[in-house]
């Protein structure tokens, strides 16, 4: 009997509407992995079921976990980019609901991931999950399923929040997980299909034909920084940052390549550009076995400094860098502890990413607690000046994990899960119920209206389209004006 199910809910419909089919991303679920290999080296059995990459429903999934007949079902929510944990929770209720109910509760079930991490209490108070994992939860899912068999008593189970006499009680968390290369060695990939796993479109514009060939790559857990928009750290309870060695990531990707035929690789760190030293170590493994490979990974304005660093990462096939610039406003960056760089610096930066010919993935936020109508206007003519091969527009969310979200209730501002509010799904950028952090100057309604605005302007603008054609082909534009001929349905509209 299978020890432990693994379960990706179905959230893409409901969080992307109809961007869902062409355009957004298929993700592997990386967590889920290196759990599973975690799990195996135990002496466990344990399966992945990714209902995304299946394109399941809610209730075929229900079926399929029946099916399987788990001894435990572990409900692992998180998103595409590092914040969107919260918006997937809608959907892992809702499984879990239905399975429930067609298996007369027979099931322990556990929900983890970033949300459940910043609100254990509220998620299980919100049901439908028999449990809650706080923290990495690699011997929370360890020990509960010794509980299953009934070695050892419940509450020696860590970071488990659960019912005891109808009261929610919690066991301590576990510390963090040190040697990543011993516990944490590699993604179990042969649970899964990897050809049904899809990049996001804009990294595979030199090929879209290829957008198949995609896996993900964990390189380090963790970010120093302290932005207060970013809930990231809820399930490390800290601000430190941990590594795989240098010869760890290299032994994956040659897993990759040389197993799975993989090109496009996303490293999801919530900060890969970071240690000069760890990230040439990692470049140089990779060019001394001259792969053809497309990698994106993220950055700071002010982790770009390093020469040596961009030419080894360029080399090495790292051909776009996202960054986090977030505003033109060095005010409003200011108020949400994002670096402590000028708008000179933006400008400088960026030139020299663009002279070692990356493209730049450049991501910026609209309506953060300082921003009026005037900032995030000249944020959105920040993005056209800069004009980089991609831009992610974000309306600001107070995601919860975030200082963000613990201001938002202090001060009693109107939040998603709010009584008369839309609830977790809310907290998605792309849906219908949609709902984005009001400031004090312009309402959540406004700040939605000019993200969905700064998005069509910003993809249908001549510079920008005449920049793509020269750089990667007609047919990307061709691509790119049947994405934004796909509107996004809005709540308050």
């Given at each position: 009997m299978v020890d432990l199910l693994l379960v990706t809910p179905p959230s893409r419909k409901k969080v992307y509407q109809n961007l869902s089919d062409d355009f957004a991303a298929i993700e592997p679920p990386v967590w889920s992995g290196l759990i599973a290999q975690y799990i195996s080296n135990k002496d466990y059995e344990v399966i992945i079921l990714d209902a995304e990459a299946e394109h399941f429903n809610y209730l075929q999934t229900a079926k399929k976990i029946i099916e399987i007949n788990p001894k435990l079902v572990c409900f692992a929510i998180y998103g595409q980019q590092p914040s969107a944990s919260t918006q997937c929770m809608p959907g892992a209720m809702e499984t879990c609901k239905l399975l429930n109910e067609h298996s007369d509760n027979k099931y322990p079930t556990i929900v983890i991931g970033t949300h459940p991490s910043a609100l254990p209490k509220r998620t299980l108070?919100?049901?439908?999950?028999?449990?809650?994992?706080?923290?990495?939860?690699?011997?929370?899912?360890?020990?509960?399923?010794?509980?299953?068999?009934?070695?050892?008593?419940?509450?020696?189970?860590?970071?488990?929040?659960?019912?005891?006499?109808?009261?929610?009680?919690?066991?301590?968390?576990?510390?963090?997980?040190?040697?990543?290369?011993?516990?944490?060695?590699?993604?179990?990939?042969?649970?899964?299909?990897?050809?049904?796993?899809?990049?996001?479109?804009?990294?595979?514009?030199?090929?879209?034909?290829?957008?198949?060939?995609?896996?993900?790559?964990q390189t380090s857990l963790g970010c120093?920084?302290?932005?207060?928009?970013?809930?990231?750290?809820?399930?490390?309870?800290?601000?430190?940052?941990?590594?795989?060695?240098?010869?760890?990531v290299i032994k994956q990707i040659d897993e990759l390549v040389n197993k799975y035929n993989i090109k496009n690789i996303k490293i999801p760190d919530e900060m890969f550009v970071l240690n000069p030293k760890q990230v040439i170590e990692i470049c140089d493994k990779i060019i001394e076995r001259n792969y053809d490979l497309n990698f994106w990974a993220y950055a700071r304005i002010d982790t770009l400094q390093n020469r040596e660093m961009l030419e080894k990462m360029k080399k090495a096939g790292m051909h776009w860098i996202a960054i986090g610039i977030e505003s033109a406003s060095e005010h409003v960056r200011d108020g949400v502890v994002k670096g402590r760089f000028k708008f000179e610096d933006i400008i400088k930066t960026v030139d020299r990413v663009k002279e070692y010919d990356y493209n730049i993935g450049a991501n910026y936020i609209f309506g953060l607690p300082d921003d009026d109508e005037e900032s995030m206007r000249n944020t959105l003519d920040l993005a056209k000046e800069i004009n980089s091969e991609w831009a992610n527009f974000y309306s600001a969310m107070a995601y919860p994990g975030s200082a963000l979200h613990l201001l938002a209730k202090k001060n009693k501002v109107k939040l998603p899960e709010d009584e008369d509010g839309p609830g977790w799904i809310g907290y998605s950028q792309h849906s219908y119920e949609s709902m984005p952090l009001a400031t004090d100057y312009v309402s959540s309604e406004?700040?939605?209206?000019?993200?969905?605005?700064?998005?069509?302007?910003?993809?249908?603008?001549?510079?920008?389209?005449?920049?793509?054609?020269?750089?990667?082909?007609?047919?990307?534009?061709?691509?790119?004006?049947?994405?934004?001929?796909?509107?996004?349905?809005r709540a308050h509209h």
């Amino acid at each position: 009997m299978v020890d432990l199910l693994l379960v990706t809910p179905p959230s893409r419909k409901k969080v992307y509407q109809n961007l869902s089919d062409d355009f957004a991303a298929i993700e592997p679920p990386v967590w889920s992995g290196l759990i599973a290999q975690y799990i195996s080296n135990k002496d466990y059995e344990v399966i992945i079921l990714d209902a995304e990459a299946e394109h399941f429903n809610y209730l075929q999934t229900a079926k399929k976990i029946i099916e399987i007949n788990p001894k435990l079902v572990c409900f692992a929510i998180y998103g595409q980019q590092p914040s969107a944990s919260t918006q997937c929770m809608p959907g892992a209720m809702e499984t879990c609901k239905l399975l429930n109910e067609h298996s007369d509760n027979k099931y322990p079930t556990i929900v983890i991931g970033t949300h459940p991490s910043a609100l254990p209490k509220r998620t299980l108070e919100d049901g439908p999950f028999r449990y809650v994992g706080k923290g990495e939860c690699l011997e929370t899912i360890e020990f509960l399923i010794e509980f299953t068999k009934g070695s050892i008593e419940i509450n020696k189970v860590p970071g488990l929040y659960y019912y005891a006499e109808n009261k929610v009680v919690s066991n301590k968390t576990s510390a963090l997980i040190s040697d990543l290369d011993k516990y944490l060695p590699r993604q179990k990939l042969e649970l899964l299909d990897m050809s049904k796993y899809k990049a996001h479109n804009w990294h595979a514009f030199h090929n879209l034909n290829s957008r198949n060939s995609y896996a993900s790559l964990q390189t380090s857990l963790g970010c120093p920084f302290k932005c207060t928009f970013c809930c990231i750290n809820a399930p490390f309870e800290s601000n430190q940052i941990r590594f795989w060695s240098p010869e760890n990531v290299i032994k994956q990707i040659d897993e990759l390549v040389n197993k799975y035929n993989i090109k496009n690789i996303k490293i999801p760190d919530e900060m890969f550009v970071l240690n000069p030293k760890q990230v040439i170590e990692i470049c140089d493994k990779i060019i001394e076995r001259n792969y053809d490979l497309n990698f994106w990974a993220y950055a700071r304005i002010d982790t770009l400094q390093n020469r040596e660093m961009l030419e080894k990462m360029k080399k090495a096939g790292m051909h776009w860098i996202a960054i986090g610039i977030e505003s033109a406003s060095e005010h409003v960056r200011d108020g949400v502890v994002k670096g402590r760089f000028k708008f000179e610096d933006i400008i400088k930066t960026v030139d020299r990413v663009k002279e070692y010919d990356y493209n730049i993935g450049a991501n910026y936020i609209f309506g953060l607690p300082d921003d009026d109508e005037e900032s995030m206007r000249n944020t959105l003519d920040l993005a056209k000046e800069i004009n980089s091969e991609w831009a992610n527009f974000y309306s600001a969310m107070a995601y919860p994990g975030s200082a963000l979200h613990l201001l938002a209730k202090k001060n009693k501002v109107k939040l998603p899960e709010d009584e008369d509010g839309p609830g977790w799904i809310g907290y998605s950028q792309h849906s219908y119920e949609s709902m984005p952090l009001a400031t004090d100057y312009v309402s959540s309604e406004e700040v939605l209206n000019f993200r969905d605005n700064a998005f069509d302007e910003y993809f249908t603008n001549s510079s920008y389209l005449n920049m793509i054609e020269k750089k990667f082909g007609k047919n990307v534009v061709d691509h790119l004006n049947l994405m934004t001929s796909k509107k996004l349905n809005r709540a308050h509209h």
